[in-house]
């Protein structure tokens, strides 16, 4: 998994590393979760909360993109100052997809684990079936800490349970729907998409939207898998036999490779539809007002429309709407949660109060208001978010998120092979890569896809 470690050379030192970095430390007041086999049940967690709490400093791995940075410079002072003597060294990594993984990676094999860590909710399992990270299921418990896992949703299963066990600490319900640009459509004379839209509309609506002359897009492309799974899933099918722990790659299903074939080739190569996604000058976005959708999360929101871009004169005049009908029965959506994980250090405690913080309502709220992410809490996001979001950014259907993440459907989950490591060794330069310039259609590439990670699969499952 790590670039400059092997598989197994990353496995053997991080659990070893890990193991003697707690013993080298002095206990704790309360016992922290230890590195014990897989077979062994971890440390439960003190039954009734500490009167007092000793002065800790902990450390904290975090996401660190222009998105969340600002939220941490804003929750570490504020938790500091609410809970004396407690610390947070916050480390920020931008790009989840590349660097921060491989930074957590060095950090567990060097031996210097954080005490928390961000985490998308497809990537930590790998993480917890190498018993790194601490379930937080007596934590939740003992503090009444449920409100962020709100019951029915099957992708917030998916995304904060492993093995019957409890990780993930979601700060947010993850999902992605269609934006649109209301002057694009005003100027083209095209009215507004609504919630009962189809596909087929959806590509008709790209086509009045372009206007080469005035280089006018209909529709901002994303030019990745993770991205283009909202696509899949209208299919009806996935791109793995199972979503949690495949065993088979199917990505060369003919109704997966045709969706791709249209939003990922056709329509900036073939119907020129869309601009070209290797474009990286990002003059052809929805922000500068060249194209008139986009597939997007609630993180997109402070891009487009703030007071503070209003005040500016900068805004973009924009709402949104769920994806279009196809296939598919339902209205499937990507959706998951997303959050942070405890790591098992002597430290394990002080990270759980900090990430009980984060999905307070006071930690929530303040994480959503700064990153426009719609807070984990599903009452906080009926009743504040909703109608906050139509304050901070103008968007008239904000409940149009909510509608989706109800029927949202999580990435791929592998503790074997985990999302990244498809990404990076096989999906992208076998197929998205070839797509995006435009020397290879996804009807050819996609099988090819399938074939390596099949091997990749198949040579995680014969060690098990």
Known sequence: MSQKLTRREFLRAAVISTAAFAASCAPAPTPAPTAAPPTKAPAAAPTTAPAAKAPTTIEFLAWGDTTDAPAWEKLKPAYEAKFAGQKVNVTPVADPNNNFYTKLQTMFAGGTPPDLASFQGWEWQFYADKNLLAPVDDYV??????????????????????????????????????????????????????????????????????????????????GNWYRDIGWIVLTGKREFDNIIDPKKSQFGNADVAKMLQTVAFDMPHVQKTAPNPTDTSGAFTINTGACGMKYEGPWFLPQLNTPQLREQKKEVVFDVVRMPKAAGSGRPHRGWGEGVCVVKTPKADAAWEFAKYLISEEGNKMYSEVTGRIPSNLQIAESWWVPRSKELYGIENGKAFIEAFKEGQIDVV???????????????????????????????????????????????????
């Open 141 to 222: 418990s003992r503090d009444k800490a449920t409100s962020a896992y709100p019951q029915g949703f099957v992708s917030v299963e998916q995304s904060t349970k492993w093995k019957n066990k409890t990780y993930l600490v979601p700060l947010q319900m993850g999902v992605m729907i269609m934006f649109y640009a209301k002057k694009v459509f005003d100027e083209a004379g095209v009215a507004y998409p609504k919630d009962d839209w189809t596909f087929d509309q959806f590509v008709e609506l790209a086509k009045k939207l372009t206007n080469a002359d005035k280089k006018k897009f209909g529709y901002q492309p994303n």
């Open 414 to 464: 592998s503790a074997g092979v985990p999302r990244n490591k498809m990404w990076s060794e096989v999906v992208k330069p076998t197929a998205w890569d070839v797509i995006n310039n435009g020397t290879g259609k996804p009807t050819d590439v996609l099988p090819k896809v399938d074939e390596k990670l099949n091997k990749m699969l198949d040579d995680y499952w014969k060690t098990r």
